[in-house]
């Protein structure tokens, strides 16, 4: 395996071009890492920035490598740029590089086919951005803590409604929807420094099916999944977390779900700790689920699925990316290392009622793990 890296991309977008270089650029640009050199090869717009805040400790200007001569000469500009690169690599000394496995094709085809041997090494750069240290933890920290007030925000609006004759919740003199619900989950965030995709807000058999946003009336007595995964803009990291509530008194039969899935998260919690494998806390969580009833995928079996009951992983990763690894749940048996930050997000659903889905944030330790979230898991909102 080689000993150098190269990453071509902007790191905008690029969750491992951003975690190298700790700076935000819109545009590709390159860097290679080899021994103790971090080299940032930019232009005359970015190298302020570059300088200013970037892990560098070479800076490369990419005039200096004859792109522009070659456009003259009337070379295609994609090529010209893709020769840069090359040029690049050829001053660092460099003839073999790993890559992450999102390279760009075209790049890959050139490089290779001027004698430079790429290979896309996925565990590299996924272990490279695991380990959370006190910084990213901070980032972490102020993403959960905006989403916890939006959580405030949505409860309050949800408690502050009352039911009309058919059930469904009225606010001031208007439906409450899903809709509305997520409009002030956005706002609350917005004012806390932080943006992402929009939340789930999910009520009654609408919260069974999976990622489905949500839309359309609140009705009292139902389950509602609300699911909050904001980036904090300033660190750019994320975080997440699920809770499930009902406006009034809960029916029986969703105050079981709601007992099995809190217990399956707590349970599941506390098999957590660096050194096990992410298979181990999901099991605990279908230890749990199926005792109360509800069917697993671990006990499916060959070319049989499941659209209901506990049909998803137990969590995953949360960075720079609110889905990355590590992953909890079957054949994710990767060992869980110190410094992983990770989700508990066990959940039941049935497609003619809806579903109960719980999740904290939690960091990995030696011995264990902390839990991130500070939040309670109460399932009425009484008005």
């Given at each position: 395996m080689p000993d150098a890296l190269l990453i071509h991309a902007d790191s905008l977008l690029d969750a491992n071009?951003?975690?190298?270089?700790?700076?935000?650029?819109?545009?590709?640009?390159?860097y290679l890492e080899t021994g103790d050199r971090r080299i940032i090869v930019t232009n005359q717009l970015e190298v302020d920035l570059v300088r200013r805040e970037s892990t560098a400790n070479e800076i490369w200007m990419v005039d200096e490598f004859g792109?522009?001569?070659?456009?003259?000469?009337?070379?295609?500009?994609?090529?010209?740029?893709?020769?840069?690169?090359?040029?690049?690599?050829?001053?660092?000394?460099?003839?073999?590089?790993?890559v992450p496995p999102n390279f760009p094709l075209a790049l890959g085809d050139y490089l290779r086919g001027k004698g430079i041997a790429l290979t896309p090494d996925r565990v590299l750069f996924t272990t490279r951005r695991r380990h959370k240290d006190a910084g990213q933890l901070q980032g972490v920290r102020a993403a959960q803590r905006a989403t916890e007030a939006a959580f405030d925000a949505a409860r309050g609006m949800i408690g502050s409604a009352s039911p009309d004759a058919g059930g469904a919740l009225?606010?001031?003199?208007?439906?409450l929807t899903c809709e509305r619900v997520r409009g002030a989950v956005v706002d609350t965030l917005?004012?806390?420094?932080?943006?992402?995709?929009?939340?789930?807000?999910?009520?009654?058999?609408?919260?069974?099916?999976?990622?489905?946003?949500?839309?359309?009336?609140i009705h009292a007595g139902v389950p509602v999944i609300i699911d909050i995964f904001p980036r904090h803009e300033a660190s750019r990291y994320c975080a997440d977390m699920t809770r499930t509530f009902c406006f009034g008194e809960a029916s029986e039969r969703l105050r079981a779900m709601h007992a099995t899935i809190?217990?399956?998260?707590?349970?599941?919690?506390?098999?957590?700790?660096a050194g096990v494998p992410g298979t181990a806390p999901w099991g605990v969580a279908c230890d749990v689920i199926e005792r109360d009833g509800y069917r697993t995928v671990r006990g499916l079996g060959k070319g049989e699925s499941l659209d209901e009951d506990f049909f998803h992983s137990l969590g995953h990763g949360v960075g720079v990316e609110v889905h990355e690894p590590p992953?909890?749940?079957?054949?994710?048996?990767t060992p869980l290392e110190q410094g992983d930050v990770v989700t508990v997000e066990p959940g039941v659903y049935r497609k003619d009622y809806g579903g109960v889905r719980l999740e904290d944030l939690v960091v990995v330790t030696a011995g264990g793990c902390d839990v991130l979230t500070e939040y309670d898991y109460d399932l009425e909102i009484r008005p």
């Open positions: 071009m951003f975690v190298a270089t700790g700076i935000t650029v819109g545009d590709p640009f390159t792109g522009r001569d070659l456009v003259l000469e009337g070379w295609p500009l994609d090529e010209a740029r893709m020769e840069t690169v090359r040029r690049m690599l050829e001053r660092a000394g460099l003839n073999a590089v790993a009225q606010l001031d003199g208007e439906t917005r004012e806390r420094g932080c943006a992402g995709e929009p939340p789930i807000v999910a009520a009654g058999p609408q919260a069974a099916l999976g990622h489905e946003l949500g839309h359309g009336p809190l217990e399956s998260l707590r349970s599941s919690t506390e098999a957590i700790a992953y909890m749940g079957l054949g994710d048996s």
